[in-house]
């Protein structure tokens, strides 16, 4: 995983294109698959483990636990999915929960698009993009995408999104084989994979003073509305506020630059 | 757990309507939305930020209220190897791997020393 912080250039990018055969469809594909080998794909597929152990507590098969990573595409769904079946919890409050805690995909989905579609890009192409978008590819693309050529934006992402299924795919399956028999320590520290991978990233990602403090509005927020907010809400209700009052600080920020 | 999950296509029919459809909903609406915003819109910088700080929202509830293993940590457990790895990040020139792996040796040994 040395490959985990690699530094991007453009000039590096259009040469491993050139390699490619030109600026070829399919070389971005391989270059947006590449990417995803060189560290992202490694972090979703360890923080998809713990699913397939929760899975398979829930009663449900192999099959359905992988397939669950593949249609649902969101980590935190799937664990209230298989911990509420765990629970016995009925059915329509299962399908409220999954769908208040998936609402968190608009933001993503909205500020990623228009940065991969062409004038071109068509209905299904554009369903399938916004499918494979979830937290770790929405971060890991919004870095990456703009150092790629608008023509070549789709196949890289789709690259990169393919392999992010395939490691997460397998490492479902793994999971539901196998994280009974993890000592709790090492149980544990698959599951703080996920936050310090996206602290992380979020920092690394953060150019502008609105980027660090949506991230540190957004953690400092969080204990407030975890105790105030309506469960299932709260997480809505963190980015509404937290975000909101990051973009008015670059405002202010902003206009005092310009007086 | 659940006997009727033991059953032939029920399975993937509970999954299919009571987790993917109500899921991708969301994501289809956001295509929706997506269709007259340019990449250079104002209103995208607000999104984004909605977007980074659900994010961090999401870090925030998965250390405070854990499930699994790390629940069996106490929360100076979970934050402190946290702040473990952020500080390896910027000591070694803001590198995401020297972030995960302090904070995984860090939480790892806690679990074994607290756990």
């Not at chain 1, 995408?145 to 789709?158: H, K, Q, S, W």
């Not at chain 2, 984004?48 to 699994?68: D, E, F, H, I, M």
Request: proline content about 6%; glycine content about 10%; hydrophobic content about 60%.
């Amino acid at each position: 995983m040395s490959g985990a912080a690699p530094h991007i250039e453009p000039a590096m990018l259009a040469e491993a294109a050139e390699d490619l055969g030109g600026s070829s469809r399919s070389g971005w594909f391989i270059e947006g698959a590449r990417q995803a080998l060189s560290g992202p794909m490694f972090v979703v597929a360890v923080s998809l483990l713990s699913v397939g152990g929760l899975a398979r507590d829930a009663g449900f098969s192999v099959e359905v636990a992988v397939a669950s990573t593949i249609l649902l595409w969101a980590g935190p769904a799937q664990v209230l999915f298989f911990g509420a079946v765990a629970a016995k919890t009925s059915w329509p409050v299962i399908a409220l929960t999954i769908s208040l805690s998936s609402v968190r995909f608009v933001p993503m989905v909205v500020s990623l698009l228009p940065m991969l579609r062409t004038k071109r890009t068509g209905l299904p192409t554009l369903l399938l993009a916004a499918h494979c978008i979830a937290v770790t590819v929405w971060a890991e693309g919004m870095r990456r995408i703009p150092l790629v050529p608008r023509d070549g934006r789709m196949a890289f992402f789709f690259g990169f999104a393919f392999i992010c299924f395939l490691g997460t795919s397998i490492s479902t399956a793994v999971g539901f084989l196998l994280i009974g028999e993890l000592p709790r320590p090492l149980a544990a520290g698959l599951l703080f994979m996920t936050p310090i991978y996206f602290v992380a990233t979020l920092t690394r990602n953060a150019k502008k003073p609105i980027d660090h403090w949506a991230l540190v509005l957004g953690l400092a927020v969080a204990p407030l509305t975890e105790a105030f907010a309506p469960r299932g809400l709260d997480l809505m209700v963190l980015g509404l506020t937290a975000g909101t009052g990051a973009w008015l600080i670059q405002r202010v920020l902003d206009a005092r630059a310009r007086a | 757990m659940n006997e009727a999950l033991d059953h032939g296509l029920w399975p993937w029919l509970v999954l299919i309507l009571f987790g993917f459809l109500p899921s991708e909903i969301w994501r289809m609406l956001s295509v929706v939305l997506a269709r007259g915003i340019d990449e250079s819109s104002p209103w995208l910088a607000w999104v984004r930020a909605v977007a980074t700080a659900l994010l961090a929202g999401v870090v925030g509830k998965l250390l405070l209220s854990p499930n699994g293993a790390l629940a069996t940590l106490p929360l100076w457990g979970r934050v402190g190897p946290l702040a473990v790895g952020m500080i390896a990040f910027f000591l070694l020139r803001r590198s995401l791997f020297a972030a995960i792996v302090a904070g995984e040796a860090a939480i790892i040994a806690v679990g074994y020393w607290a756990g």
